[in-house]
């Protein structure tokens, strides 16, 4: 049985329209939010946070409806239509904010002129619900087909090679990640008040994601492909069926040294996304405040977060290979120890830009490599064969409430202690993540070495 490779590119542009887009949503939401609407750094958090809020309710059940409907694709192609068209009001809005917030302003002024005396406040509520109004339709529409998508694969997937499916929707998803980071380079145009127009790298994601799912749902019969996977998955003999091996009730309880293990890699995902996130969410608001004003400080920031992507992706393989030697555990510590030097490292010398920190970004990138790689399969460890899904619902659980929360409490502190203490806060709680999976003794299983070079690239999204 070996992979079908066309099929599976083909289900990948999906998820390959989405990391495009939230690539360019972490980087540029902020700059908005700063530079257009003159927000501060805990008010931004707040804001960017937002979107792993809903992804705690949106992708369950946006997953279980599609699970209900039977198909995925009306999700996938009703979703990105969505926010094709919403996504272009947030350049529209941010390019136009003071007509259209004075002409909004005025038409609630006619309807309730007692708010004449309270004008300027009227104006910035209307600048900014009009905004927040649209980034909320765009988030929800996200959120409706990310997790259809990425069920698609599974989908149409025999069971045994769903590892190397994921692994190939991986890398989609880190080419259209790149595909954003390039498009900033060159898209992004500064007006004559120095002010930056993001109108053409939204228009840009915007045609990919359109592009791409166009030539998904006109190319794939999504209900061909899941009754011949139906037939292959489930058509078999019991003892055929590699699903077979151990089936559980859902209310088996961990042995309690086992339940402590699990609880302390939790703890280890939820402390490395506060460091981790933190930093990717502001760097690029960080960068524009630190080295001057002008496009080329966007294209050094993209271009650094170009590095840290490719190495990551370049580093799945041979961290695979290191992990069968030294365990998951111990890449995990490494990918640590290198991600707090290198935020120590930035600490001091990220204030200019220099040729160093591309060199640091390569180590950035492996790190988080390193630790992506091994956290999910340590969960999954410990969980048995029929209840990995409520596993890695823990996983999720964790990763998505974190992520939810630490932009604001990053911003918290930069709003008190400056934009200097980005990377300081970033090497504080990726080094305590440290200490939980040190005490970690269960999940740590040596994995074998992939035969296929595609499985070093199966990680968790």
Request: proline share 4%; glycine share 8%; net charge positive.
């Given at each position: 049985?070996?992979?079908?490779?066309?099929?599976?590119?083909?289900?990948?542009?999906?998820?390959?329209?989405?990391?495009?887009?939230?690539?360019?949503?972490?980087?540029?939401?902020?700059?908005?939010?700063?530079?257009?609407?003159?927000?501060?750094?805990?008010?931004?958090?707040?804001?960017?946070?937002?979107?792993?809020?809903?992804?705690?309710?949106?992708?369950?059940?946006?997953?279980?409806?599609?699970?209900?409907?039977?198909?995925?694709?009306?999700?996938?192609?009703?979703?990105?239509?969505?926010?094709?068209?919403?996504?272009?009001?947030?350049?529209?809005?941010?390019?136009?904010?003071?007509?259209?917030?004075?002409?909004?302003?005025?038409?609630?002024?006619?309807?309730?002129?007692?708010?004449?005396?309270?004008?300027?406040?009227?104006?910035?509520?209307?600048?900014?619900?009009?905004?927040?109004?649209?980034?909320?339709?765009?988030?929800?529409?996200?959120?409706?087909?990310?997790?259809?998508?990425?069920?698609?694969?599974?989908?149409?997937?025999?069971?045994?090679?769903?590892?190397?499916?994921?692994?190939?929707?991986?890398?989609?998803?880190?080419?259209?990640?790149?595909?954003t980071l390039a498009m900033i380079n060159f898209a992004v145009r500064q007006n004559a008040d120095m002010s930056k127009d993001y109108l053409l790298l939204f228009?840009?994601?915007?045609?990919?994601?359109?592009?791409?799912?166009?030539?998904?749902?006109?190319?794939?019969?999504?209900?061909?492909?899941?009754?011949?996977?139906?037939?292959?998955?489930?058509?078999?003999?019991?003892?055929?069926?590699?699903?077979?091996?151990?089936?559980?009730?859902?209310?088996?309880?961990?042995?309690?040294?086992?339940?402590?293990?699990?609880?302390?890699?939790?703890?280890?995902?939820?402390?490395?996304?506060?460091?981790?996130?933190?930093?990717?969410?502001?760097?690029?608001?960080?960068?524009?405040?630190?080295?001057?004003e002008g496009k080329e400080v966007l294209s050094l920031a993209s271009r650094c977060l170009m590095v840290a992507t490719g190495a990551a992706v370049l580093s799945?393989?041979?961290?695979?290979?290191?992990?069968?030697?030294?365990?998951?555990?111990?890449?995990?510590?490494?990918?640590?120890?290198?991600?707090?030097?290198?935020?120590?490292?930035?600490?001091?010398?990220?204030g200019e830009f220099t040729v160093a920190l591309y060199g640091m970004f390569v180590l950035i990138g492996f790190a988080q490599a390193a630790v992506t790689v091994?956290?999910?399969?340590?969960?999954?460890?410990?969980?048995?064969?029929?209840?990995?899904?409520?596993?890695?619902?823990?996983?999720?659980?964790?990763?998505?409430?974190?992520?939810?929360?630490?932009?604001?409490?990053?911003?918290?502190?930069?709003?008190?202690?400056?934009?200097?203490?980005?990377?300081?806060?970033?090497?504080?709680?990726?080094?305590?993540?440290?200490?939980?999976?040190?005490?970690?003794?269960?999940?740590?299983?040596?994995?074998?070495?992939?035969?296929?070079?595609?499985?070093?690239?199966?990680?968790?999204?």
């Amino acid at each position: 049985m070996k992979l079908n490779y066309k099929r599976t590119f083909l289900v990948g542009l999906a998820f390959f329209s989405i990391s495009a887009f939230w690539q360019m949503y972490d980087f540029v939401i902020p700059l908005i939010l700063g530079d257009t609407y003159n927000l501060n750094y805990k008010q931004t958090g707040v804001i960017m946070g937002l979107d792993n809020l809903l992804a705690l309710f949106l992708l369950p059940l946006f997953g279980a409806l599609s699970d209900k409907k039977g198909v995925r694709m009306p999700f996938i192609k009703f979703g990105t239509a969505l926010a094709v068209v919403f996504m272009m009001f947030i350049p529209l809005l941010q390019n136009n904010n003071v007509a259209v917030s004075n002409a909004v302003a005025d038409f609630f002024v006619r309807l309730f002129p007692t708010l004449q005396t309270h004008y300027e406040a009227t104006v910035r509520i209307a600048s900014l619900g009009l905004f927040f109004l649209a980034l909320g339709v765009l988030l929800v529409s996200m959120g409706l087909y990310r997790s259809p998508a990425v069920a698609l694969m599974a989908d149409v997937t025999p069971k045994p090679l769903r590892s190397q499916g994921n692994a190939v929707i991986n890398l989609m998803g880190a080419f259209g990640g790149l595909y954003t980071l390039a498009m900033i380079n060159f898209a992004v145009r500064q007006n004559a008040d120095m002010s930056k127009d993001y109108l053409l790298l939204f228009l840009a994601v915007a045609l990919l994601m359109a592009v791409a799912v166009s030539v998904l749902a006109a190319i794939l019969p999504e209900r061909k492909y899941v009754q011949e996977m139906k037939d292959i998955n489930y058509g078999v003999s019991p003892e055929e069926d590699q699903g077979r091996a151990e089936i559980v009730s859902g209310k088996e309880k961990l042995p309690r040294p086992v339940f402590i293990s699990l609880l302390l890699i939790l703890a280890t995902i939820g402390l490395w996304f506060l460091g981790y996130n933190a930093v990717t969410t502001f760097f690029s608001r960080y960068a524009t405040e630190s080295w001057g004003e002008g496009k080329e400080v966007l294209s050094l920031a993209s271009r650094c977060l170009m590095v840290a992507t490719g190495a990551a992706v370049l580093s799945y393989m041979p961290i695979s290979y290191l992990s069968a030697r030294l365990g998951r555990k111990n890449m995990i510590r490494i990918g640590l120890v290198v991600a707090a030097a290198c935020f120590a490292f930035a600490t001091f010398y990220a204030g200019e830009f220099t040729v160093a920190l591309y060199g640091m970004f390569v180590l950035i990138g492996f790190a988080q490599a390193a630790v992506t790689v091994n956290t999910f399969p340590m969960v999954w460890e410990i969980s048995r064969v029929g209840n990995v899904g409520k596993y890695t619902g823990f996983y999720y659980t964790v990763s998505m409430a974190v992520q939810a929360a630490t932009p604001y409490i990053v911003g918290w502190f930069l709003d008190r202690l400056g934009k200097g203490a980005l990377f300081p806060y970033g090497f504080a709680f990726v080094l305590l993540a440290m200490i939980p999976i040190s005490f970690a003794r269960h999940g740590d299983t040596k994995p074998v070495p992939p035969k296929k070079k595609l499985e070093a690239f199966d990680v968790d999204d």
